[in-house]
């Protein structure tokens, strides 16, 4: 009796609904592109000298004083070192360039998210390298890159220089194609983008600059050797190559944690093969030079010692001296420690906006990279960190408590503004004597 009830009132349902499907379900033609479903935003991408490679969110490194000793970027195996770094998006690609002058490529989302204690993935296990090779760089690229009349310039620690259309490095296959010949015992320093019509400088290890126009240097094919670019003494070897800007500063950086800004119309052009010019002041207490990066003053310095330490700074906290000068302390070197690689980032700025009731609001701009050609940098001002390590030295690092968000009365808050302004007037005292070095 109750099935032929249901039975019933199921044909009823049937009668009443009974028209055509509306919808139309077909097969779909195109392809739908993971990259779509990626978030944008800015990370910071980094390498270690064993191969290991992770990308952070940007934001996981607050600005400090010049002259602190920074927080841990990563946990590193025993012996292994950060060596390379770069700020980028998540939908750039990135050109790598190995030991034996070789080009691959990734997406930046292909590289697993990381925390910044991670030590992240071994790059083997994301490009197909030979036996024996090794990353020595990347750069993130742009896909409208490619379209452009765009080179790709590339330096060795030898000192040769070569240029080389983009357009022949936009497709790259799995296992690489051939970026430059190299000769026995020579390797790959650096890569970057130009439009043919810049000025490069160029650093040595013993503290020398050459500074020439990119015209000296004619256009070649992927798998030439290249021409001369510096003349190097005998044990020296190219560290750093960069495109000048007009009206930049010249930022240099010993191994030892000095640094300095000089105007880049300090350097003169020379013709490329010459032997160069003093960019540093090199002594025992500098060490050598361990980095030259071109900046305008409205960027962040993000410095990594050989220890996985990381300090991220304003570039206008470095002094501008001029070329033959040691520069000033930038970051604190203890247990033999040096200064393995230095980064640009986007300036990350947040600020004190209102003071109103009992909350403090404030507003945080982060920009993310700029780059037509190179990831290039950032401003902020100085944040604490607050990370597990930093109760035992925070007077010590230029760091003070951060501020409780369940204590919002308003005569607490301002007596911690208080304290952090002495705070902060004690840690710039304390730095002033570097000023003149």
Known sequence: MLMEIIKDELLVIKNRYNDDRRTEIISYEGEIDLEDLIDEHDVVVTLTHYGYVKRTPLNTYKTQHRGGRGITGLQTREEDFIEDLFVTSTHQRLLFFSSKGKAYELKTYEIPEASRQGKGTAIINLLQLE????????IPVKDEHFDMDMYLFMGTRNGLI???PLKDFSNIRKGGLIAITLRDEDELIGAILTDGKQEVIMA???GMAIRFHEGDVRSM????MGVKSMNLRDGDYVIDMERVIEGSDILTI???????RTPEDEYRVQIRGGVG?????????TGDLAALKVVKGDEDLIIINSNGVI???DVKAVSRQSRNTQGVTLMRMENDNHIVSVAKAKKEEEELKELEGNEIVTEASNEGINDEINGEASDGIVLPFGNESSAQGA???GITKDYNDNDTSLDRLLERAEAEDDNEDEILGENEEDEDI
Do not use: Y
Request: charged share 30%.
């Open 204 to 206: 040595s290890h013993n």
């Open 254 to 260: 010993s191994e030892n944690g000095f640094g300095k």
């Open 221 to 224: 094919g992927r798998t030439a």
């Open 162 to 164: 070569k240029k080389t």
């Open 395 to 397: 007077e010590d690092i």
């Open 311 to 313: 300090i991220r700074i």
């Open 131 to 138: 036996s024996g090779e090794k990353i020595e760089g990347f």
């Open 277 to 285: 010019i003093k960019t540093m002041n090199i002594t025992q207490k």
